[in-house]
Structures are given as structure tokens and as C-alpha cells.
């Protein structure tokens, strides 16, 4: 007598490299809007950088104050996300985050971490890397009085980088602050969120240019020294 046969479990679906016919090592862009000389630049980076940002912003590409945050961790695994640039002068760049994000923890351990700028429609990026110090409370305060309500509430309710049970449960603490909040239309900035700001030490500044031969110039100043020294490094 023929015993049943369990019946036969389909063969999961294999990976493949590219679900989409997308030959990534085909897509390439010459580099030839712009150039980017040594007895050009200005002595101080700062400039150079103000004038860059100010044409990334007249060219309309969406967020040109986007900028990449590196940080180190004390198991020494770097990582990264994306932070807004919301001032910038002789004395650094300035973003606002929570204090007790996977960025706060880390920036705690080791005050060192870089930033970079792509500013793709420019054909440009600058990198910088430096120590990190908070702002004071009174910029702090003064910067997120001026913030839409609902992200003063916001940095109320996320406990940001924690893990959480779904969305619903954001939603609902989001809610939960709106209603418990005291003063919850003009919120107090919370001791857990505040401003950075990144000393520089090394600024580069990269210029795409023809046949992969790019411009990369590189200002470095030690710490205390007057004068910022200039490099041109090999692409």
C-alpha cells in the first residue's frame, strides 16, 4: 500500500546580484564643470567653504545643508547618518540632536568625528574631521525656540536609536506628550537634546574634473598653531 507523501515545499526564491537589469559597473559621469587650484583658494577654509555652500544653496538642489556625520564608538565600529548643518562660522559647524542617540553616546566617549558634504548637481564634497564639543544651553534653547511645534514635541516623545514596538507606539507617545506636556504650545527645550559643534582641523575641499584626475585640496591647522597649511592631494 502507497504511504502519503508529504507534500513537496517549494524552493525559496534565490538571490540574485541586482533584482533589475541596473549595470552599476557601467554608470560613470565625467567630471567637467568646475576646478579647483591652489593659488586660488583663499588662506582661511572657511571661506572657500562659505562660498560653496552659498552656491550650493543659489543652485536649489533639495537640503544643500545635508551633511554626513561620522562617529567612533568605544567597540572602535564607526558609523553614520545624516545631520543638518544649522550654523557655521570661525568657530565651527553647529547641528542639534538628542544627546542620548547612538551619536550622543559615542560623541561622549570620543569627542573626534567627521563631516562631509556631497553636493552632487556641483560636482563637489568637502570633508572636514575635528573635535566635537555641545553648544551652550542658552544656543541650545535659543535654536529650538524657533523650531516648528511639532519638532519641539518630537524631541519630547522619540527616544531616539532606542528600539520600539512599532510605529504605532511613536505615534501614540508623540500624542501622549501633546497632551501631557506642560506647556505643550511653547515646550521647554528637554535636557536630552541640544547642539554640537565640530572644531575643524582638516578641511578638504574635492572638485570633480575630467578622466578621474580630480581636484582635492587640503587645509590642515594643529591645535593652536595661527596659520592653516595648504595641500593638494592626489585624486
Known amino acids: 500500500m502507497l504511504q502519503p507523501q508529504a507534500p513537496a515545499c517549494a524552493e525559496p526564491p534565490r538571490a540574485t546580484a541586482m533584482s533589475h537589469d541596473i549595470d552599476l559597473a557601467a554608470m560613470r559621469v565625467n567630471y567637467t564643470r568646475d576646478v579647483l587650484l591652489e593659488d586660488q583658494v583663499p588662506a582661511d577654509p572657511q571661506r572657500l567653504f562659505d562660498t560653496w555652500l552659498e552656491q550650493a544653496v543659489a543652485s536649489e538642489m533639495p537640503e544643500p545643508n545635508a551633511m554626513t556625520l561620522a562617529t567612533v564608538g568605544s567597540d572602535l565600529r564607526p558609523s553614520t547618518r545624516i545631520v543638518l548643518l544649522k550654523e557655521s562660522d570661525a568657530l565651527g559647524l553647529v547641528w542639534y540632536t538628542n544627546y542620548q542617540s547612538r551619536k550622543g553616546i559615542e560623541l561622549a566617549g570620543n569627542p573626534q568625528a567627521a563631516l562631509q558634504f556631497h553636493w552632487v548637481d556641483l560636482q563637489r564634497v568637502v570633508r572636514v574631521e575635528g573635535r566635537v564639543e555641545k ?3 542658552e544656543e541650545s534653547d535659543a535654536y529650538f525656540a524657533v523650531r516648528p511645534l511639532d519638532s ?9 536609536s532606542q528600539p520600539i514596538a512599532g510605529r504605532a507606539a511613536l505615534e501614540a507617545a508623540f500624542e501622549q506628550v501633546r497632551q501631557t506636556l506642560p506647556d505643550a504650545r511653547n515646550p521647554a527645550r528637554p535636557a536630552h537634546w541640544g547642539g554640537y559643534r565640530l572644531i575643524p582641523e582638516t578641511w578638504e575641499f574635492w572638485q570633480g574634473r575630467a578622466s578621474r584626475l580630480h581636484d582635492r585640496i587640503r587645509y590642515h591647522r594643529s591645535t593652536g598653531a595661527p596659520d592653516w597649511q595648504i ?5
Open 152 to 160: 519641539r514635541l518630537g524631541a519630547w516623545a522619540s527616544p531616539q
Open 231 to 235: 595641500t593638494r592631494l592626489a585624486p
Open 135 to 137: 553648544v551652550s544651553a
